[in-house]
Nanobody, 116 residues
């Protein structure tokens, strides 16, 4: 069983930066694919960024060039550095881990609100 505990988030102004953290339990952190999703108000949950166990990264067009996903295998923590935040980045952000094409474990979610 893997548990994900998120931290970070909050209320910021447009143009500010935030870093989200997702600390995991379990022994095989390095073997998982990891990702960040977000659910904006009135929208379905969407993928923002992924980082595979092999180090391949993917970013949605909406965050490309502004967000960076990293992982610290020694600390078993996933990060999402968010720069140049926009009001449309306002959402509940979730971290997730999985293998293959499935996302098996989820964090509890953290609210990010960007004011204009």
């Amino acid at each position: 069983q893997v548990q994900l505990v998120q931290s970070g988030g909050g209320l910021v102004q447009a143009g500010d930066s935030l870093r989200l953290s997702c600390r995991t339990s379990g022994r095989t952190f390095g073997s998982y694919n990891m990702g960040w999703f977000r659910q904006r108000p009135g929208k379905i949950r969407e993928l923002s960024a992924t980082l595979s166990s092999g180090g391949n990264m993917y970013y949605a067009d909406s965050v490309k060039g502004r967000f960076a996903i990293t992982r610290d295998n020694a600390d078993k923590t996933l990060y999402l550095q968010m720069n140049s935040l926009k009001p449309e980045d306002t959402a509940v952000y979730y971290c997730a881990v999985g293998s293959g094409s499935s996302w098996d474990y989820w964090g509890q979610g953290t609210q990010v609100t960007v004011s204009s």
